[in-house]
């Protein structure tokens, strides 16, 4: 591990103010992802600045009539907080279908967020990887590409985003809650949060440097049945190899969010409207323009099987 300098923020503006200070420097709060980084040496921040004090850790009712969960709130807090449960189940099956209770116990929302890929070429750092130094190639491409993306790549990266709770955010519609080094403050759509890898795949989002999540907003509850199925190589702590999040209401009508396929969580609004007629139809144009490996080429029908046991399981009440 590098050295780094550290220091406890006392507001978000001061925390945000002082990552802007130092090129480089990363927020920590519970850690789960940044500090396995930097024993790698994959993340070499010269300045850490803590976040755990800014009392960011409340989920609040809105007066939209959703919730506002703060950005320190603990993956196993927002799993189990009875509105949630209730109101946003989606949320909460994905977020216990992430990784293991201890993990969760330390895992924030923003980092949830903020998470970076499992690609193993990124974690290997005798490979070359544009996510972990840009330009230097992509050894998924042409490699064993088994749990990589396939909508939304591009030739300088195939890898996917790991977060289970993300995907179930998309389908809420959630926003994102910032504050700006300079104090101010902006909301940004789920769906416009995590960028495409184009040329840069190393700029996973939108934030700017310095930039600090306060909060995650959910919008006023929908109802139907709300659902997450994720498959994978094991039944525990493994990432998705394709995950559904879904919001059916009793007539089939509804939204769907898709992960493990793409370099964010992948949501086509205009597919949701095939919902009634199945998982093929809405398959098809989610997946418009999927350009699949050898290896993964097995996510295509995945997908549409994902869905298909969704709506059926939706059905049954």
């Known amino acids: 591990m590098k050295v780094f300098t550290y220091e406890k923020a006392r507001t978000p503006a001061e925390a945000a103010a002082a990552a802007a200070r130092v090129p480089g420097a990363r927020f920590i709060a519970g850690g789960t992802n ?68 201890q993990l969760r116990n330390k895992a924030t929302t923003a980092g949830n967020l903020l998470q970076r890929t499992r690609c193993p070429y990124f974690y290997d750092t005798a490979q070359p990887c544009n996510k972990r130094q840009p330009g230097s190639g992509c050894s998924a491409i042409g490699g064993f590409s088994r749990h990589h993306a396939i909508v939304g790549t591009s030739e300088a990266c195939i890898a996917t985003h790991p977060s289970d709770m993300a995907v179930a955010m998309a389908a809420l519609e959630a926003t994102v809650e910032t504050v700006q080094p300079n104090g101010a403050t902006r909301t940004i759509p789920i769906a416009d949060f995590h960028k495409l890898p184009g040329n840069t795949p190393h700029i996973e989002h939108v934030l700017a440097p310095g930039e600090l999540i306060t909060a995650v907003t959910l919008p006023k509850p929908v109802g139907g049945k709300q659902l997450y199925h994720k498959v994978r190589d094991r039944a525990s702590y493994a990432f998705a190899l394709v995950s559904v999040a879904a919001i059916v209401q009793p007539d089939g009508t509804g939204r769907v969010a898709v992960g493990g396929i793409a370099h964010k969580p992948w949501r086509v ?49």
């Open 34 to 101: 940044l500090l396995d980084l930097m024993k790698l040496e994959i993340e070499t921040p010269p300045h850490l600045v803590d976040v755990n004090g800014l009392a960011l850790d409340k989920i609040e009712p809105t007066r939209e009539g959703g919730l506002r969960v703060g950005a320190l709130v603990r993956n196993t807090d927002l799993a189990a907080d009875e509105r949630v449960r209730r109101d946003y189940g989606v949320l909460s099956r994905a977020l216990l279908a992430g990784a293991s209770a």
């Open 269 to 317: 609004p205009a597919a949701d409207q095939n919902l009634p007629r199945g998982g093929r139809a809405v398959a098809e144009q989610l997946l418009a323009g999927a350009k699949p490996m050898h290896d993964n080429a097995y996510k295509v029908p995945l997908v549409q099987r994902t869905i298909d046991a969704v709506l059926a399981e939706a059905k049954k009440g």
